[in-house]
């Protein structure tokens, strides 16, 4: 599976953005698929994720109730809208499949497909 993320871009504080992931690939509809994040300087960290059929969705607390992770499996994407975002949600954003137990879903060794990642910066 190869994963390709785009949507990134500059976005007011308070603003909205859209990413989105597409995999080319059969085994898209077999994998959990997250998304993390890495900011300057500071370790990737994970955002959220989605198991394979939907049944399961997981936030990290920074971003709970602002970002929505949603999956396509005919169309083989995977998106992650983010709403009112914050200065401190400027990061390199990258979309990753795994076949992990759903325990592990929020560490990024875990993962063994992803995505080039997307820059996501918020500033006025």
């Known amino acids: 599976v190869q994963l390709q993320a785009s949507g990134g871009g500059l976005v007011q504080p308070g603003g909205s953005l859209r990413l989105s992931c597409a995999a080319s690939g059969r085994t898209f509809r077999q994998l959990h698929m997250g998304w993390f994040r890495q900011a300057p300087g500071l370790e990737r960290e994970f955002v959220a994720a989605i198991t394979w059929s939907r049944s399961g969705i997981y936030y990290a607390d920074s971003v709970k109730g602002r970002f929505t992770i949603s999956r396509d499996n005919v169309k083989n994407t995977v998106s992650l809208q983010m709403n009112n975002v914050k200065p401190e949600d400027t990061a390199v954003y990258y979309c990753?499949?795994?076949?992990?137990?759903?325990?592990?879903?929020?560490?990024?060794?875990?993962?063994?497909?992803w995505g080039q990642g997307t820059l996501v910066t918020v500033s006025s």
């Open positions: 990753a499949g795994s076949r992990t137990v759903i325990s592990g879903l929020r560490v990024s060794s875990n993962y063994g497909y």
